[in-house]
């Protein structure tokens, strides 16, 4: 299913817009339902910092300054749109492959479609439009913020209903991206 591709001498940087996306990607890791494993990542995690926490200058100054020797360097950044990470030419060089795994428009659509909400959301009228995390949280009584922390994500989600609401989403949405190296969370599920 992968269009993703890496070998055995890859080294993997993930890196997250914000924390909802790694919470996300630490429950699939966690459930071993990604084409790699916590071994092929560096320090064995999802990287520390965000976007919203400056991950470009944390990649320079804390992790591209490193030696790999021959292994190859790919960074996977998961976001929600197509821009790209601030990184130095210099640290740049380091990196073999950088891919956005996008989650147009937000990470929130799986757990809209998780909750069977999705033609609900498609069918809001364009003077009353919300953002999917906007859209939820008014769905369930909650606050955005909510349905974004870590406790929400991690009790409504274990590895089988993450993968079967990102298998939905990526049904619904067919979206093309810019880049050649563009793709989808689908994209890099076992």
Known sequence: MSNYQMNE???????????????????????D??????????????LEKTFN???GKYLES???SMDFGTRDVHLLLIQDND????????????LNMIVKVITTPEIEMLAI??????????????????????????ELGMKASR????????????????VTAIKAYASKNKQ??????????VDILK
Not at 116 to 127: M, R
């Open 53 to 55: 926490q400056k991950l």
């Open 33 to 46: 339902k990604l084409v790699f494993s916590k071994t092929d990542l560096f320090e064995e995690e999802i």
């Open 62 to 64: 804390s992790v591209l």
């Open 83 to 94: 821009v790209s990470l601030k990184i130095k030419a210099l640290y740049k060089e380091k």
């Open 147 to 162: 349905i974004k922390s870590k406790q929400f994500i991690k009790a409504t989600f274990d590895g089988d209903c993450l």
């Open 113 to 138: 479609h998780h909750f069977g909400l999705f033609q609900k959301y498609t069918n809001q009228k364009k003077s009353n439009w919300r953002k999917p995390s906007k859209f939820l949280a008014d």
């Open 9 to 31: 001498n890859t080294l993997i940087l993930v890196g997250c817009e914000g924390n909802s996306e790694k919470y996300y990607m630490e429950i699939l890791l966690e459930a």
């Open 176 to 185: 093309k991206y810019k880049g050649k190296d563009d793709i989808r969370l």
